[in-house]
């Protein structure tokens, strides 16, 4: 059984790696497909040949890293790795929470310090060659400490409760563990842009004027009441634009990136936001948690299941089970279940931006969303004719064509 376990993890990270090789071989043959009439006008000629320039430097770099990343992960499975670190963290404790919590904890670290060459080539050499990277070195390395800081406060919180519901309950975890993270994400969405956001960015009301007037205006008529409506400083980091919808309740705010603002027309960032207001008219938010929250109780139970076997531990090399080598090892057997319900949460998050859409052109009109969406597009470089398979499986929006059509229709 141990070691049908073990090569059962060889075996589906191969194929994984295989299979998102292939979808992004696929997508990349349509890089150079011509734009079809409906998205004419959205590049000049050189503006194509920039982005298909994009990319194709994304789609190597992808490529490059995956392989990195495979092949790491393989020497270090096949030299024993996992029972050094192992190790390393029962030396730390012998208490169950503090052995899971230093083995996660040196994974983690050691993992971002592997990936951190990447992330600076990323943002400071593909990023910066396109006009994209506005981020500085300070600013670089501030993000990954209050990142590493936030992974290691909250994420050890929740692992180290989960590793307590065990230890108390043994495979009933899954409920409690599951009543835990369910909680935390609803807590999480809530008080994101209050809590969270202002770690990294910083925002401030939209001022008076003709902006806020029009946002004021347009939210009065389809009766939304919005306390907070944000102006957030994107271009710190990054040329690119966004908007998004978060909380609920009391708690509900518009954040309008800096950059969105700068790029687009009164009545295009209306549009945008009446987009926004369609995924709270629609209860998207709520129906995205409870749908997570299913995932979330799949996932525990299974995993549940599958602690009834020493091996699933062991499969990794460590010589001692344990709940937290357990964990590494079903996180790598989910994937192909995680791959189907990704796959279908992709399917409903598309049909929910269809929603949104729809509520946005009856509501306002189409004409100014579509304008907007398209120097949206523009201005990021996207990718205007990705292969429909890999828009199933890695897109959680329809494609700009298909969203332009649903609209004229």
């Given at each position: 059984?141990?070691?049908f376990?073990?090569?059962?993890i060889?075996a589906?990270l191969?194929?994984?790696?295989?299979?998102?090789?292939?979808?992004?071989?696929?997508?990349?043959k349509?890089?150079?497909?011509?734009?079809?009439?409906?998205?004419?006008?959205?590049?000049?000629?050189?503006?194509?040949?920039?982005?298909?320039?994009?990319?194709?430097?994304?789609?190597?770099?992808?490529?490059?890293?995956?392989?990195?990343g495979?092949?790491c992960?393989l020497?270090?499975?096949?030299?024993?790795?996992?029972?050094?670190v192992?190790?390393?963290?029962?030396?730390?404790?012998?208490?169950p929470?503090w052995?899971?919590?230093?083995?996660?904890?040196?994974?983690?670290?050691?993992?971002?310090?592997?990936?951190?060459?990447f992330?600076y080539?990323?943002?400071?050499?593909?990023?910066?060659?396109?006009?994209?990277?506005?981020?500085?070195?300070?600013?670089?390395?501030?993000?990954k400490?209050?990142?590493?800081?936030?992974?290691?406060?909250l994420?050890?919180?929740?692992?180290?409760?989960?590793i307590?519901?065990?230890?108390?309950?043994?495979?009933?975890?899954?409920?409690?563990a599951?009543?835990?993270?369910?909680?935390?994400?609803?807590?999480?969405?809530?008080?994101?842009?209050?809590?969270?956001?202002?770690?990294?960015?910083?925002?401030?009301?939209?001022?008076?004027?003709?902006?806020?007037?029009?946002?004021?205006?347009?939210?009065?008529s389809?009766?939304?009441?919005?306390?907070?409506?944000?102006?957030?400083?994107?271009?710190?980091?990054?040329?690119?634009?966004?908007?998004?919808?978060?909380?609920?309740?009391s708690?509900?705010?518009?954040?309008?990136?800096?950059?969105?603002?700068?790029?687009l027309?009164i009545?295009?960032?209306?549009?945008?936001?009446?987009?926004?207001?369609?995924?709270y008219?629609h209860?998207?938010?709520?129906?995205?948690l409870?749908?997570?929250?299913?995932q979330?109780?799949?996932?525990l139970?299974?995993?549940?299941?599958?602690?009834?076997f020493?091996?699933?531990?062991?499969?990794?090399?460590?010589?001692?089970?344990?709940?937290?080598?357990?964990?590494?090892?079903?996180?790598?057997?989910?994937?192909?279940?995680?791959?189907?319900?990704?796959?279908?949460?992709?399917?409903?998050?598309?049909?929910?931006?269809?929603?949104?859409?729809?509520?946005?052109?009856?509501?306002?009109a189409?004409?100014?969303?579509?304008?907007?969406?398209?120097?949206?597009?523009?201005?990021?470089?996207?990718?205007l004719?990705?292969?429909?398979?890999?828009?199933?499986?890695?897109?959680?929006?329809?494609?700009?064509?298909?969203?332009?059509?649903?609209?004229?229709?």
């Amino acid at each position: 059984m141990n070691q049908f376990f073990f090569f059962g993890i060889i075996a589906i990270l191969i194929i994984q790696y295989l299979w998102n090789s292939y979808l992004d071989i696929r997508n990349a043959k349509h890089f150079s497909d011509p734009i079809p009439a409906d998205l004419d006008g959205i590049y000049q000629e050189e503006e194509y040949q920039k982005s298909q320039a994009y990319k194709k430097t994304n789609f190597r770099f992808a490529r490059y890293t995956d392989s990195f990343g495979l092949l790491c992960l393989l020497v270090f499975l096949l030299l024993g790795g996992f029972e050094y670190v192992d190790q390393l963290a029962r030396s730390i404790s012998d208490n169950p929470i503090w052995t899971g919590l230093a083995f996660f904890m040196i994974l983690m670290l050691a993992n971002d310090f592997l990936q951190l060459p990447f992330s600076y080539y990323r943002t400071f050499v593909i990023e910066e060659k396109f006009g994209f990277n506005k981020t500085t070195l300070p600013t670089f390395v501030l993000d990954k400490i209050k990142s590493w800081i936030l992974m290691l406060v909250l994420g050890g919180i929740l692992l180290g409760a989960i590793i307590w519901f065990y230890n108390q309950s043994g495979t009933n975890f899954w409920w409690q563990a599951w009543l835990l993270i369910s909680g935390f994400s609803i807590l999480a969405n809530m008080f994101y842009s209050s809590w969270i956001v202002p770690l990294f960015n910083k925002q401030t009301p939209i001022e008076e004027g003709p902006l806020k007037e029009a946002i004021t205006n347009y939210a009065k008529s389809v009766g939304f009441s919005v306390q907070k409506i944000m102006l957030i400083d994107g271009s710190k980091r990054s040329s690119k634009a966004n908007a998004y919808f978060s909380g609920f309740g009391s708690q509900k705010q518009v954040t309008l990136y800096d950059t969105l603002v700068q790029n687009l027309e009164i009545e295009e960032i209306v549009a945008v936001l009446a987009h926004e207001i369609g995924h709270y008219k629609h209860h998207h938010i709520i129906y995205n948690l409870v749908l997570g929250s299913l995932q979330t109780a799949l996932s525990l139970y299974v995993l549940s299941l599958l602690l009834q076997f020493p091996q699933l531990s062991t499969a990794i090399g460590v010589q001692q089970p344990s709940f937290h080598a357990a964990l590494v090892t079903f996180s790598i057997l989910y994937v192909p279940l995680s791959a189907l319900t990704g796959l279908l949460m992709g399917s409903l998050s598309r049909s929910m931006e269809y929603q949104a859409d729809a509520y946005a052109k009856n509501t306002y009109a189409a004409a100014p969303l579509i304008n907007a969406l398209k120097k949206l597009s523009k201005n990021s470089l996207s990718n205007l004719t990705p292969d429909h398979l890999y828009v199933k499986m890695h897109y959680s929006h329809p494609t700009l064509l298909q969203r332009i059509r649903k609209m004229k229709r």
